[in-house]
C-alpha cells in the first residue's frame, strides 16, 4: 500500500499535474513510517529471529531506516510540509 502511495505521487510529479508540491513529502513520510512500523511489529512477532538473515525483515527493517534519513529525515520533511501549508 505504501509503495503504490510513493509511486503514484511520484508518476503525477513527473507529469506536472500537482498543484500542491508537498503532496510527495507528506505520502512519503506517511509510506515509511507505516513500512517501519510494519517492521518492528513483525520484529515483536517474530521474537530475536527477525533480526538474523534467515528472514527478509532483517533487510526490511534496515532498508527503511536508510530511506528515512537519505531523503531528507521525516522530522525535516514535516517541517518543510508545515511551512508549505
Known amino acids: 500500500m505504501a ?7 511520484k508518476c503525477g510529479l513527473h507529469l506536472g499535474s500537482w498543484v500542491f508540491p ?5 505520502q512519503r513520510v506517511f509510506a515509511t ?12 512477532i517474530l521474537g530475536r529471529q527477525g533480526y538474523t538473515r534467515k528472514w527478509p525483515l ?24 508545515s511551512s508549505m501549508l
Do not use: F, H, M, P
Not at 534519513?69 to 522530522?75: F, M, S
Open 3 to 9: 509503495n503504490v502511495v510513493v509511486c503514484g505521487s
Open 22 to 26: 508537498y503532496v510527495y513529502d507528506a
Open 33 to 44: 513510517e507505516t513500512v517501519e512500523k510494519v517492521c518492528s511489529d513483525a520484529v515483536q
Open 58 to 81: 532483517e533487510k526490511y527493517l534496515r532498508d527503511v531506516r536508510a530511506l528515512q534519513i537519505c531523503e531528507g529525515t521525516n522530522q525535516i520533511q514535516r517541517i518543510v510540509i
